[in-house]
């Protein structure tokens, strides 16, 4: 079971049982074989009696295998697996929520393929694009959807274009995808010239917090405003390359792996680990060698030790209130209660002291702040003072030397740990027993107030609507031609489907 051990497992699957299992069951597998093309008509239904990887679907080489993987005991997740390793590449990415191992899910293929939940209706589908003829999965691991016309073949859908959490060899990773570690707390995208990778530390389900950035070093071809937004590829001579013309140009930019130029052979794959790493790995055979480490530094990943936690070099990980420490035999464990999403107002949005008390540390830093903006204050009680008084501030980091303020608008992550007694951290703590009290504060007058806020809303609202419909019908009697005109240029997309008539009065509205 080496093999798993080397490659950090999503935690999902993290069991050598499950793996011996799978195993077993790729073995009877290898001989039913599962088939190279699904043709329309195709259906499957998860076998109860499978307790790991169920193949569906299998690509020339046998190396990969699209199929359900059972995840959670009970979930399953539409993969396609890395066979010799056993290594999800893709995964379907299903909404409202994974589907169960069980009957009431089907996967069918009529044109767009489909996973649905007799109860829940539609989980997941190719259906933003063309209806296609058949779906093929290539010996690269990209799950294509092709449209025959006689010889001809085109893609109308692949998974190359919705990566999961990794990047496999000669895959284009553009700047509309994103890369979303498993646990969804941690995303790689590109920006204009740079990639980078960025958290969600505030729980609000979008990762925004930048905190690792690696710009184009443009050393052999510059990045030219205007001339399109860049991509990324993992080549087969060991590097991550950034281009923006076209993968076969000249690359503005080389993050090269260990073996570089050193013509191994095997396979390459780059993914978003869910400490929020970005890691490299090459498919030697036998298994995934570490190649490449956006990282390298413990204490530099985004949150190593939890919240409140302080990370020094090693890494080694103690608590920013040093009267805890975090079990080290329990790698969930966390320092103080992590603090729920929001922020430290109260619900009418004005701030409340007695809702938080103060943590203050001597000798902290913050990770990553190169990435983060700062004020400059005269001193370290009007830094402090300048966070205390504003309730979407959680904490502050004061450099007593440079006058730097930097101030946390989200709930306190891993800090660092340094020998100067000149940096200053003042955190604070959410106090859960005077939210509680405030929330009982609120009461009845308050609800009423809130109540009344509502209506009030909806009664804009629908006055708006009113306004928009008059505005619209007016429009459409004086304008036949013109709107005709604008439908004809209106963008294709998944927005086409908005067409309906208050979307397109906004729309004209705006023209006007
Ligand atoms: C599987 O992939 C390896 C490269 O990782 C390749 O050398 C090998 O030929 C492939 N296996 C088959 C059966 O094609
Ligand atoms: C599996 O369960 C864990 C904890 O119960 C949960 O956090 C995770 O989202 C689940 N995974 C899936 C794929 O549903
Ligand atoms: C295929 O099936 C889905 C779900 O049942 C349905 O929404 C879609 O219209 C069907 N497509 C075709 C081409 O029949
Ligand atoms: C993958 O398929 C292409 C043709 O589609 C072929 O040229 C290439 O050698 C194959 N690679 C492997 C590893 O089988
Ligand atoms: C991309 O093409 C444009 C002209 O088409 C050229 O000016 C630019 O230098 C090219 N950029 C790269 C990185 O090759
Ligand atoms: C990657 O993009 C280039 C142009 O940018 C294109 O020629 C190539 O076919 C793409 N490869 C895949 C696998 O989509
Ligand atoms: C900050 O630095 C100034 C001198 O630069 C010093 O007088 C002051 O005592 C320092 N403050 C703290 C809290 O160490
Ligand atoms: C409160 O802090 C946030 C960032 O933490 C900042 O954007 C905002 O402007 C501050 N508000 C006031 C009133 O200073």
């Known amino acids: 079971m080496g093999k798993l051990a080397v490659i950090n497992s999503p935690p999902t699957r993290s069991h050598s049982s499950a793996a011996q299992l799978l195993l077993v069951s790729l073995f009877f597998s290898s001989l039913a ?11 499957a239904t998860p076998d109860g009696s499978i307790s790991s990887f169920q193949p569906i679907l299998k690509d020339p080489s046998g190396n990969f295998s699209l199929g359900f993987l059972r995840v959670n005991s009970s979930q399953l997740a539409l ?3 890395h066979l010799p390793s056993l290594q999800p590449i893709w995964a379907a990415n299903p909404t409202p929520a994974s589907p169960s191992w069980s009957d009431r899910t089907r996967l069918s293929f009529n044109g767009t393929l489909v996973l649905s939940d007799s109860r829940r209706g539609i989980l997941w589908s190719t259906s933003q694009t063309d209806p296609g003829d058949a779906v093929v999965l290539l010996n690269t691991s990209n799950l294509q959807l092709v449209k025959r016309n006689g010889a001809v073949s ?76 860049i991509h990324a590829r993992v080549e087969p001579e060991g590097f991550l390359g950034l281009y923006q013309n076209g993968t076969g140009s000249t690359p503005v930019d080389v993050q090269s792996f260990n073996s570089f130029r050193r013509r191994v052979s095997g396979f390459y794959i780059v993914r978003v680990e869910p400490d929020g790493n970005l890691k490299g790995y090459n498919w030697d055979g036998a298994n995934w060698v570490l190649e490449y480490q956006a990282i390298p530094d413990g204490c530099s990943l985004p949150d190593p030790c939890g919240s409140y936690g302080l990370c020094r070099p090693g890494p080694t990980c103690s608590c920013l209130d040093s009267g805890t420490e975090p079990d080290s035999n329990q790698p969930t464990s966390q320092c103080l209660p992590a603090p729920t999403a929001g922020n430290l107002c109260n619900r009418i949005g004005l701030e409340n002291v007695d809702n938080f008390r103060v943590l203050r540390r001597i000798g902290v830093d913050l990770p990553f702040k190169e990435l983060t903006s700062y004020i400059t204050t005269p001193s370290l009680g009007e830094c402090e003072g300048s966070c205390e008084r504003n309730c979407t501030c959680w904490g ?29 951290g003042y955190f604070k703590i959410r106090n859960e027993v005077a939210s509680k009290v405030d929330e009982k504060k609120m009461g009845s007058g308050a609800r009423v107030g809130l109540v ?45 489907d908005l067409g309906s008539d208050s979307f397109r009065s906004i729309e004209m509205g705006e023209r006007r």
């Open 79 to 81: 993969s396609v697996l």
């Open 154 to 229: 085109v893609t109308v859908w692949q998974s190359f274009d919705f990566p999961a959490d990794t990047l496999a060899e000669g895959q284009n990773f553009s700047s509309a995808a994103s890369l979303v570690a498993s646990g969804g707390r941690y995303a790689m995208r590109l920006g204009d010239d740079f990639m980078a990778l960025y958290a969600d530390f505030d729980g609000d389900g979008a990762a925004d917090r930048i905190y690792w950035k690696h710009k184009a070093l443009e050393a052999r071809a510059d990045v030219v405003p205007g001339q399109g937004p």
């Open 452 to 496: 009344f806020l509502c209506l009030s809303v909806l009664v804009l609202v629908g006055a708006v609507g009113v306004v928009c419909v008059r505005a619209w019908k007016k429009h459409r009697r004086g304008r036949n031609r013109i709107l005709e005109e604008q439908e004809g240029v209106s963008a294709p997309g998944p927005y086409k």
């Open 396 to 424: 502050a980091v004061y450099n007593n030397a440079s006058g730097f303020c930097y101030m946390l608008d989200y709930p306190i992550q891993t800090m660092l740990g340094v020998n100067d007694d000149s940096k200053f």
């Open 33 to 43: 074989a599962g088939q190279t093309e699904l043709r329309p008509g195709f259906q």
